[in-house]
């Protein structure tokens, strides 16, 4: 089966470390994206990468990164300088074209200890 | 700026009525509306969409109008099921192929 996946689902960290969450396709998707969900206020857009070795900041950028060095893996990493990473985390991933919505996948939680 | 507004964050409905769920945008440059529904702790699953040369789309119990001179989508459930309880996002999409989401609407069906 086709699909999404996100690990781990749930990630503890302590303040002033670095910590990458991890997110796999095998649907042959090109557009990979991170959302950020926080109570209230919907998904916002962290990142996303439209074809492999490049990609661009989303609305909230500030305080991580990502790499896409394969069309399959597109990992996320919180940094220190991120001030309120406690949050949920979603991956997504869509074909090329505008008529095509995001697949996502199963959201990893992380929280700030 | 929130392009995209879901001005209420909570619906309850009794099962077998018709739950609507609005949606208001800001964007002139969308031309593809979406809309997800989200149970807690899993991502969002896709639900149904319109392109913006339509103004009504439907798939079984669900039904999305756009109406673009008012830069507003609808969504209705019909009839509404207890499997109905979720979160709903609304989301528009540009040129570009990302997805700008509203905040949600937290749909509650009473039996």
């Known amino acids: 089966d086709g699909g999404i996946t996100q690990s781990p689902k749930y990630l503890f960290r302590k303040e002033g470390q670095n910590v990458t969450l991890s997110c796999e396709q095998n649907?042959?998707?090109?557009?990979m994206y991170w959302y950020r969900q926080d109570p209230g206020q919907g998904l916002r857009l962290i990142y996303y990468s439209q074809i492999v070795n490049d990609f661009q900041k989303g609305d909230i950028a500030e305080g991580y990164s990502v790499s896409r060095e394969k069309k399959e893996s597109f990992p996320l990493t919180v940094t220190s300088a991120q001030k309120n990473p406690t949050a949920f985390y979603l991956c997504?991933?869509?074909?090329?074209?505008?008529?095509?919505?995001?697949?996502f996948g199963s959201g990893t939680r992380l929280t700030v200890v | 700026d929130q392009q995209v507004k879901q001005n209420s964050p909570s619906l309850s409905v009794q099962e077998g009525r018709i739950s609507i769920l609005n949606c208001d945008y800001t964007?002139?440059?969308?031309?593809?509306f979406l809309w997800y529904k989200k149970y807690p702790a899993e991502g969002p699953t896709f639900l149904i969409s319109i392109s913006s040369i339509k103004d009504k789309n439907e798939d079984g119990r669900f039904t999305v109008f756009l109406n673009k001179s008012a830069k507003h989508l609808s969504l209705h459930i019909v009839p509404s099921q207890p499997g109905d309880s979720a979160v709903y996002f609304c989301?528009?999409?540009?040129?570009?192929?990302?997805?700008?989401f509203g905040a949600g609407t937290t749909v509650t069906v009473r039996a």
């Open positions: 997504a991933s869509s074909r090329q074209g505008r008529d095509y919505g995001y697949t």
């Open positions: 649907l042959n998707h090109d557009a």
């Open positions: 964007n002139s440059m969308f031309d593809y």
């Open positions: 989301a528009a999409r540009e040129y570009d192929y990302k997805l700008s």
